[in-house]
C-alpha cells in the first residue's frame, strides 16, 4: 500500500506554491518522496518553504500570465532535479468578488488570465516537455465547485472554473497517448487567504450553513485526493474531478 502512493523518485511542480493550499500541497508531495519545484510570483514566501522542506524542494520564480516565465520555471526546475516534471499541480488562483454589474472588463480577464488561460499555459508546456522525454506524467488541475454552481459577486472565478473542468476532460483525452494522465480536485469551501474576509462575514457564515457537515474544508481534506490523483494509486483515472466539499454541491436546501 505504501509503495502505491508512494512518490518516490518523481518530481513535482505546483503552482501558486506561496498561498495556503500550493503550501500543503507542496508538503504533502514532498513528504511522499517527491522533489517539488515551488513555483510562484512570491518568491519570498516559496524561499521559506523551500527552507522548511529541505533538501529535494526548490524556489522557482514564475507568472503564469506569461508563456516565457512559464518555460523558465520548468527549465530552472529541468536544471535543479535533472529530468521533467512528472507531477503537475495547478493551483495558482486569485478572485475579484464585484457584482456582474459593477465589474470591470480589466477585472473579469484578470481572473481568466490567471485561473483558465494560466493553467492552460502550464499543462501545456508541461506536458510538451513530458512528451520530448518519452516520459509518463500527471497533472491535477484545482478546480472548484463553484465550475458546476455559483455564488453571487464572483463572474470570473465561476466561469474560469467551469472552463478549467472541461479543460481538464479535454486534455485527458488528448494527452491519454502519451501517458499523461489529467484529473481535476474541486473543492468546496476551503480556508484559505482567498476568501477568508468573506467566510467572517454574516453572508459567508450562512452559506456555511448550507454545507451538510457544517464547517468549512481544511487543506488536510484535500491530501488523500491530491496524493491519489498524483501516484500509480490513480494510475486508471483521467478526466475525472473529485468532489471534496463537506456535502455542499449534493444539497438542495
Not at 41 to 47: D, F, I, L, S
Not at 229 to 238: I, K, Y
Request: glycine share 12%; proline share 4%.
Amino acid at each position: 500500500m505504501d509503495r502505491l502512493f508512494s512518490l518516490g523518485g518523481r518530481t513535482a511542480l505546483v503552482t501558486g506554491a506561496s498561498g495556503t493550499l500550493g503550501g500543503h500541497f507542496a508538503r504533502v508531495l514532498h513528504g511522499a518522496g517527491a522533489r517539488v519545484a515551488l513555483a510562484a510570483r512570491r518568491t519570498e514566501a516559496t524561499a521559506r518553504l523551500a527552507a522548511e522542506l529541505g533538501d529535494g524542494a526548490v524556489p522557482v520564480p514564475l507568472d503564469v500570465t506569461d508563456a516565457g516565465s512559464i518555460a523558465a520555471c520548468y527549465a530552472a526546475a529541468e536544471a535543479a532535479f535533472g529530468e521533467a516534471c512528472s507531477i503537475i499541480v495547478n493551483n495558482a488562483g486569485i478572485a475579484v468578488t464585484k457584482p456582474v454589474l459593477e465589474m470591470a472588463p480589466e477585472d473579469f480577464d484578470g481572473v481568466l488570465d490567471v485561473n483558465l488561460r494560466g493553467c492552460f499555459l502550464v499543462a501545456q508546456e508541461g506536458a510538451r516537455r513530458l512528451v520530448a522525454a518519452k516520459r509518463p506524467g500527471s497533472i491535477v488541475n484545482i478546480a472548484s465547485v463553484l465550475g458546476t454552481r455559483i455564488i453571487p459577486g464572483v463572474a470570473g472565478y465561476t466561469a474560469a472554473k467551469a472552463g478549467l473542468l472541461h479543460m481538464t476532460r479535454q486534455m485527458a483525452v488528448e494527452f491519454a497517448r502519451y501517458g499523461i494522465r489529467v484529473n481535476a480536485i474541486a473543492p468546496g469551501y476551503v480556508a484559505s487567504d482567498i476568501n477568508a474576509g468573506f467566510f467572517a462575514s454574516e453572508p459567508g457564515q450562512a452559506m456555511l450553513k448550507r454545507v451538510p457537515q457544517r464547517r468549512l474544508g481544511t487543506p488536510e481534506d484535500l491530501t488523500g485526493p491530491l496524493l491519489l490523483l498524483a501516484s500509480d494509486a490513480g494510475a486508471h483515472m483521467t478526466g475525472s474531478t473529485i468532489t471534496v466539499d463537506g456535502g455542499h454541491s449534493i444539497n438542495s436546501l
